[in-house]
Every structure is written in structure tokens, then in C-alpha cells.
């Protein structure tokens, strides 16, 4: 059984900083074929913020390079994303993804965060 639950978010003042937790279980049992952390803005779609690939690489969207960190700790079974330098534009539900090889990659998804920044 997969579980992603999310913590960290809140609302906070453009240029502070947050750090968002993501505990997972059931995720790396068998293989893993990458973790992320995505966000979804009212009207808008569900976008890549960061991932952490299976070779441990790392990609960051455009708009949060140099601001955002993802990192993971693998003996937590825990992903990370510290924001700093929140814009207005951060504002958003941010959405822990993991895949998990069962033969191919499964997506599961924790239940999302809600950052706001003002």
C-alpha cells in the first residue's frame, strides 16, 4: 500500500521561505522510478515544480530555478522541497508525486499542500 502524505505548507509573505515535507510508504518496495513535487494554481493545470529522478538527477521548472531545492532522503523514505524567495506566482496546492515500478511506473500522489504567498 503506497501512502504520500504532504507538510510544510502555509501562507507567508513574498521572499520568505518554506519547506515542504513529504514522508512516503510503500514508494521504494520494489523499485522507484522517480519522486517530484508538482503544483496546481486556481484555472490552471498541474505543472513539474521538481523531481528527483531514479539516477538521482535532479530538474526544476524554469520558474523556480535558483529559488527551489528538492532533495531526498532515502533512509526517511522523505522528499523535500525548500522554497525560497516566494513570489505571489508560488501561490498554489503542491502535489507530492512518486512512481513505482510494478513492470512499469504506477503514479500515486499524496493529497496536495496549499502554499500561499501575498
Known amino acids: 500500500h503506497v501512502q504520500l502524505v504532504e507538510s510544510g505548507g502555509g501562507s507567508v509573505q513574498a521572499g520568505w521561505s518554506l519547506k515542504l515535507s513529504c514522508a512516503s510508504s510503500?514508494?521504494?518496495?520494489?523499485?522507484?522510478?522517480?519522486m517530484g513535487w508538482y503544483r496546481q494554481a486556481p484555472g490552471k493545470e498541474r505543472e513539474l515544480v521538481a523531481r528527483v529522478e531514479s539516477d538521482s538527477n535532479t530538474r526544476y521548472s524554469d520558474s523556480v530555478k535558483g529559488r527551489f531545492v528538492v532533495s531526498q532522503n532515502n533512509a526517511e523514505n522523505t522528499l523535500y522541497l525548500q522554497m525560497h524567495n516566494l513570489k505571489t506566482e508560488d501561490t498554489a496546492v503542491y502535489y507530492c508525486?512518486?512512481?513505482?515500478?510494478?513492470?512499469?511506473?504506477?503514479?500515486?500522489w499524496g493529497q496536495g499542500t496549499q502554499v500561499t504567498v501575498s
Open positions: 508525486q512518486a512512481g513505482k515500478w510494478i513492470g512499469y511506473c504506477k503514479d500515486y
Open positions: 510503500g514508494v521504494f518496495f520494489g523499485g522507484i522510478c522517480g
